[in-house]
C-alpha cells in the first residue's frame, strides 16, 4: 500500500474521530423502533423508527438507520404505529369527565365538541375554554360553537323571524367565538335550530367562511325522502364557507345504489366548487332525544302541553305513523333511566299500553334519549367507503350507546379486518389526516417530522370492540399504546393519571387574555 494512500486513511480516521468527539449524542425523549409506519396520508406501510422530542416527531428514519439516545424506548416490532384518531363528530363534558377514557382505549387522541347546535351556554367561550385548559383533558379538543346557543343568547330562541338587530347580535357572538372554535354547528332538526330560515343560515356562513372556519350540520331531516332536500339547504350555505355534514345517514333508505345516489350529489357539488364532506359511524342505530319521534309542533314543552290537550288523536296519529316507519316499537331502545335498555316493545307489555300512550302520557319529548335501528348495512357501508366521507362516534363517555367506545375499534376489526371494505391504510387516512383536514388542523393527523407525536401502537388482528347495544359502556380492547403530544396516555388497557391532552387553537386566532 503506497505511502499516500496510508496517510490519506489515516486523515480520515482522525476526522471521523474528531467529528465524533465534537458533541454529545442527540437525546430523543422516546425512540420507537421496528415500527410498521402507517403515516396517515394512505401510503403503503414501510419499517422504520420515530424520535420523539419535546411532544413532536423529531426524526422518521428506516429501522435501524439512527443510533441515539433516548429516554424512552418502544419496541414496536410486529405492531404497526399509526396517527392518533381524529373524532370529528363527539359529545361530552369535560369538566364532568375530563379524561374521556372511552376515547383513548380506542386510539382517539381528538375529539371535537360543541356539535349539533349546542355548545356551552356562555358567551365567553374562550373563558370556559381557559377553564377546560386550567382543569387538564385527557385527549385533545377541538371546539365548536352551537347555532342554537347563539340564537338562544342573542335572545332570538325559537323566533323564526329575528330582527336585524338581533340577527347581527348573533352575527357577532358568532365572530367572537370563532376565536376559540374551530366553525359552527348547526342542528336544524333540534330546537330552537328548527326554526332557522334559509336567510339566517346564509348570513351565519358568510361570517364561518371569512374566518376561513367549517359548518358542521346534523342537517334538518335525515329521512331518505328529505335528504336531497336537506342536502340542497346545506350547499346553499356551502356557497361561502366549507360545509361538512354530520353523521350522514339514510333514515328508511335501502341498498347500495340509494348510497350511489346520494354520493352523487355530493360529487356534482364539489364538481361545482362547493367544498363539502360527511362522516358515518359504523352502526346501523342512530341515538338522540325522544323529541326526535314528535312533531314540530310538539317537541318543546310548551307545545307538547298544547298539543296533548287540543290534537291528541292527531299526535297519537302522528306517533303510530312515525313508529311505524322506523321499523316498529322494537327498533327504539331507551338509553335513559327508568326505561334504559328497554324497547318501546317491551314497555308496551311491562306498561300495558300502546306506544303510542307511553310516549305521550309517560315519557314525553323531554323524557329523555334512545338508540333507532333505523338504517340499512349496506346504503351505510358504501357511504363510508367514499373518499370523501370520514368517521365520528357521535358519541360520549356516558350515552347508552356503543358507538362511544366502540366507533374506531370497530371500522379496524369488522371494516378492515373482517370485511375488508376498506384497506388499513385507507381507514388510517380517513380517520387522520383527512379528519384534520376538514378542521384545519395543520400540526397533527400524519406521521411527519414536525407533527405533534399523537400517536398509536396496535396489531390490527387484535383490535375489538367490545361495547354492545344491551352492554354499550365496554372499552375498546387491543391499543397497546396510545401516545397524545408525545405522552403516553393510555398503555395496555390502563388509562394513566396524567391529562397529556391540549385544547386546540383554530388557525388565524386573535390573541386575547383568555389565551
Known sequence: MSKVLIRYQ??????LLLSACSGPMETYDTLIRNASLIDGLGNPARTADIYIKDGLIAKVTGSGEINADSTATIDARGRVVTPGFIDIHSHGDPLVTPGFENFLAQGVTTITLGQDGSSPNVE??????????????????????????LRNLAGIGRKANPSEDELQRMVGLLDGALDYTFGLSTGLEYK??????QAELITLSQTVGARHRVIMSHMRNEDDDQLEQSIAELLHQGRHARVHIAHLKSVYGKGRARA????????????????????VYPYIASYTGISLLFPVWAKTSEDFVIAKRDQREALEAYLVERIGRRNGPAATLMGTDPYTGKTLADLEVELGLPFEKILIDVIGPQGGGAAYFIMDDELQSRLLQDNYVTVSSDGSPTAFHPRGHGTFAKIIEEYVVARNLLSLEEAIRKMTSFSASILGLEDRGSIEPGKVADLVIFEPENIRAKATYPAPLQLAQ???????????AFQAGVTKTIRAGSVLKPAKVKQTSAE
Open 260 to 279: 350511489e345516489e346520494l354520493l352523487a350529489v355530493l360529487a356534482r357539488a364539489r364538481a361545482a366548487g362547493v367544498a363539502i364532506t360527511a362522516d
Open 192 to 197: 330552537p335550530g328548527l326554526h332557522a330560515s
Open 124 to 149: 365567553d367561550l374562550g373563558g370556559w375554554l381557559a377553564t377546560v385548559r386550567a382543569n387538564g383533558i385527557g385527549v385533545n379538543l377541538a371546539m365548536f360553537v352551537g347555532h342554537g346557543t
Open 10 to 15: 489515516v486523515y480520515f480516521g482522525l476526522l
Open 478 to 488: 387491543g391499543f397497546d399504546v396510545v401516545m397524545v403530544n408525545g405522552k403516553i
